[in-house]
T-cell receptor
């Protein structure tokens, strides 16, 4: 039982390049989330998916797109990377509902030059 | 979701209890208090949550004041591995399960 996995672990991009961050969970969870964490800051919600086939914007969605490919997988795409998107990206999942715990992946560290 | 206020940093001696305060003076009756922690640069880890009663699990205890305007997370016997950033979050009962993180308290446990 791997929990929440993210790929890649590290990535360096040049401004304007695109990439997709992958996230998968094996806990049969309904809800999945993407957060970003800038140095010295708390996590901020980018997008979330309450169930397969649905996605909604969080606090900081600009510059990102997401796809809930199936119940297991939730990807985050940067179409044209900018230096302001340099951050650590965390994916999380939960069973859905208020008292369900969110489980986080190990993070993807992204540097945009 | 109600805003929370936490001290920026705290120290605690190994083996002693660590008491981490959180102020949530604008909390509503249907908002839960959640605690997560983040060790080094790992993904956050759930610790405990509560509505109005005190709660205890294998990791910690959560004490919520009677007026619910503040709470305290207690790590009864802190170890070096408890060094982390601790986040206090309040969450509405009828909303989706989004978490709104603040900047948290950096707890340093020293030998």
């Amino acid at each position: 039982n791997a929990g929440v996995t993210q790929t890649p672990k590290f990535q360096v991009l040049k401004t304007g390049q695109s990439m997709t961050l992958q996230c998968a969970q094996d806990m049969n969870h309904n809800s999945m989330y993407w957060y970003r964490q800038d140095p010295g800051m708390g996590l901020r919600l980018i997008y979330y998916s309450a169930s397969e086939g649905t996605t909604d914007k969080g606090e900081v969605p600009n510059g990102y797109n997401v796809s809930r490919l199936n119940k297991r997988e939730f990807s985050l795409r940067l179409e044209s990377a900018a230096p302001s998107q340099t951050s650590v990206y965390f994916c999380a999942s939960s069973g859905g509902g208020l008292q369900e715990t969110q489980y986080f992946g190990p993070g993807t560290r992204l540097l945009v030059l | 979701d109600a805003k929370t206020t936490q001290p920026t940093s705290m120290d605690c001696a190994e083996g002693r209890a660590a008491n981490l305060p959180c102020n949530h003076s604008t909390i509503s009756g249907n908002e839960y208090v959640y605690w997560y922690r983040q060790i080094h640069s790992q993904g956050p880890q759930y610790i405990i949550h509560g509505l109005k009663n005190n709660e205890t699990n294998e990791m910690a205890s959560l004490i919520i004041t009677e007026d619910r305007k503040s709470s305290t997370l207690i790590l009864p016997h802190a170890t070096l591995r408890d060094t982390a950033v601790y986040y206090c979050i309040v969450r509405v009962s009828y909303n989706t399960d989004k978490l709104i993180f603040g900047t948290g308290t950096r707890l340093q446990v020293f030998p």
